[in-house]
């Protein structure tokens, strides 16, 4: 028998049919260049970021697209490469406290991750701070808790070492969030070269993650992205991927994964 589809293995119900996802994405893409440079408002990057990330995840999901990954990988990388080291680059503390900073950043370490390129996903992390405030973002404390997860793992993808960074992961240990604590661990285990540590992490992470109630309305709620961008910084680190139930590494996006089309 063939292997089952990865959107079978996680049971993934889309709003909407593929086809639906595709011609949005491909009639809202712009790109660098193609901004109206008269409006300030960054919405139109933001926008393509989630849009390209919608287009590699139903890739990853394994649905017949016709879309290759690869024609939009690099395209939406330069987006975020655009967002934070251009136009955001000389903005204040108070500033960035003021930007809807925090799913643009995500979504563009991301895809600095799959696309590996590691001079400029460096610059993306050189913007953000420990103490950085992503502002509202969701309605449960575990959403806040992994951002600073995901701040850990930007100072350590960045040559420039992260000030407050001991006292930021304590908050996160201390929090107790199963989610955001077990993934913290896996990335910790990952940055000490400690394979079955981060094993240990990422599985625990990721049955948080697969037994979230309530129904997922987007294509990008399939994908477990702050674990994806840990699995992929560990790898930059020499880790390994980790051996999982296929039931869970269906949720992880690579460089592999998105390309099957």
């Known amino acids: 028998m063939p292997p089952r589809k990865?959107?079978?293995?996680?049971?993934?119900?889309?709003?909407?049919?593929?086809?639906?996802?595709?011609?949005?994405?491909?009639?809202?893409?712009?790109?660098?260049?193609?901004?109206?440079?008269?409006?300030?408002?960054?919405?139109?990057?933001?926008?393509?970021?989630?849009?390209?990330?919608?287009?590699?995840?139903?890739?990853?999901?394994?649905?017949?697209?016709?879309v290759r990954s690869s024609d939009f990988l690099d395209p939406g990388f330069d987006v975020g490469v655009e967002l934070f080291c251009r136009f955001w680059r000389d903005q204040t503390n108070r500033q960035?406290?003021?930007?809807?900073?925090?799913?643009?950043?995500?979504?563009?370490?991301?895809?600095?991750?799959?696309?590996?390129?590691?001079?400029?996903?460096?610059?993306?992390?050189?913007?953000?701070?420990?103490?950085?405030?992503?502002?509202?973002?969701?309605?449960?404390k575990a959403d806040y808790i992994f951002v600073k997860v995901i701040l850990s793992v930007?100072?350590?993808?960045?040559?420039?070492?992260?000030?407050?960074?001991?006292?930021?992961?304590?908050?996160?240990?201390d929090s107790r969030m199963p989610g955001p604590v077990a993934l913290f661990e896996a990335w910790d285990a990952a940055r000490n070269n400690d394979q079955a540590g981060f094993e240990k992490g990422m599985t625990t992470a990721l049955k948080q993650f697969s037994a979230q109630r309530g129904e997922r309305f987007v294509v990008l709620e399939w994908i477990a992205l702050h674990e994806s961008i840990v699995n992929l910084a560990a790898r930059r680190l020499g880790?390994?991927?980790?051996?999982?139930?296929?039931?869970?590494?269906?949720?992880?996006?690579?460089?592999?994964?998105i390309e099957n089309n």
């Not at 960035?96 to 950043?105: A, I, Q, V």
């Not at 880790?239 to 592999?256: R, V």
């Open 96 to 140: 960035k406290r003021d930007t809807d900073w925090w799913k643009p950043f995500r979504n563009s370490l991301l895809l600095g991750l799959l696309a590996e390129r590691w001079d400029e996903l460096d610059g993306i992390c050189q913007w953000v701070q420990a103490d950085l405030d992503p502002g509202y973002i969701g309605e449960t």
């Open 6 to 66: 990865r959107r079978n293995l996680i049971k993934c119900k889309l709003k909407g049919s593929p086809e639906r996802w595709v011609k949005r994405c491909l009639e809202f893409f712009r790109g660098v260049g193609e901004y109206n440079p008269t409006v300030e408002s960054t919405e139109p990057q933001e926008d393509d970021l989630y849009e390209v990330l919608t287009i590699l995840s139903l890739n990853h999901l394994q649905y017949d697209t016709d």
């Open 239 to 257: 880790l390994k991927h980790p051996e999982l139930p296929p039931e869970l590494d269906a949720y992880l996006m690579t460089p592999e994964t």
């Open 154 to 173: 930007a100072a350590g993808l960045r040559e420039s070492k992260m000030r407050a960074l001991a006292s930021m992961e304590k908050k996160i240990i």
